[in-house]
């Protein structure tokens, strides 16, 4: 099927005309891709669960919105690398972090975005922690104490970790880009309704060692401030569970997570300290 001289296909071949299996089409599409970006098969899930309309007509009102060439976006969709500035337009627009979408593309996040860290003894699952049982409006003098702090600039490159850029090691980059280890299980349960495993068990996630399930897609998009349905395309692990017990405040803490990102271990020491008193 063609539209205006242009193909509305996924990138790699045409789709039946039913909407519904668009992107199940583009994930075999891509499938064949070998080594280019995976951001294009990302951003086209994504488009598609938000729209539900063909992702041409989306990427073209995209393009127009953050005045990215709409044949630079066209490639990119069709796997070729997105560059710093696309990606730094393009975070707005979708109103996902600017240091996220880097992430989301496997890439290095730039210094200028990149978190605090990795620090210790205390990183950001103490502030996480001590936000967890707060009364509301605890949690917003919580957040107006975090976000009081200054924040050094970062002078060295953000790890990339090692991890492969599949479903596990994106989930596993993205609590690292909050200054979160992967060792977190706990709060991963307690946010987000995570499984009941240890903190290994999550850590294992980025190298593929353990399976991804939908529940922990869910659970991750909880604790990351991310609509589940959403977090369920960027990583291709579904569906979105709706039953889920995730905490009444997990989007104030996710938000919480990110304001102390920049934060060092003796900063986040101090503001949980503080709480306590």
Do not use: K
């Amino acid at each position: 099927m063609t539209l205006n001289g242009r193909s509305t296909a996924p990138p790699g071949g045409p789709h039946p005309l039913s909407h519904v299996s668009l992107a199940a089409q583009a994930d075999v599409a891509f499938s064949a891709m070998g080594d280019q970006s995976p951001f294009g098969l990302r951003l086209w899930r994504l488009l598609w669960q938000r729209h539900r309309v063909l992702v041409e007509y989306s990427a073209g009102m995209l393009a127009r919105t953050t005045d990215i060439s709409y044949p630079d976006l066209r490639e990119v969709l069709h796997g070729s690398t997105p560059n710093d500035e696309m990606l730094r337009r393009l975070g707005p627009a979708l109103g996902i972090h600017a240091a996220d979408l880097f992430v989301i593309a496997g890439l290095e996040v730039p210094i200028d975005l990149a978190p605090a860290g990795p620090t210790s003894p205390w990183d950001v699952r103490q502030i996480v922690r001590t936000a967890l049982t707060m009364s509301a409006g605890r949690r917003v003098e919580f957040g107006e104490l975090i976000q009081s702090l200054p924040v050094e600039p970062r002078t060295d490159p953000m790890p990339m970790f090692g991890y492969p850029d599949g479903p596990g090691g994106m989930l596993l980059r993205l609590v690292r880009n909050r200054n979160i280890r992967p060792w977190c299980a706990r709060i991963l349960h307690a946010v987000g309704d995570g499984p009941y495993v240890d903190d290994s068990t999550v850590a294992m996630l980025g190298s593929g060692r353990v399976v991804i399930t939908p529940q922990y897609v869910t659970a991750f998009a909880h604790l990351c401030g991310y609509a589940p349905e959403e977090m369920v395309a960027l990583v291709g692990v579904g569906p979105a569970i709706t039953s889920t017990r995730a905490h009444p405040a997990s989007a104030e803490i996710a938000a919480l997570a990110w304001n102390a990102r920049g934060l060092t271990s003796d900063q986040i020491e101090h503001a949980v300290e503080a709480v306590r008193r």
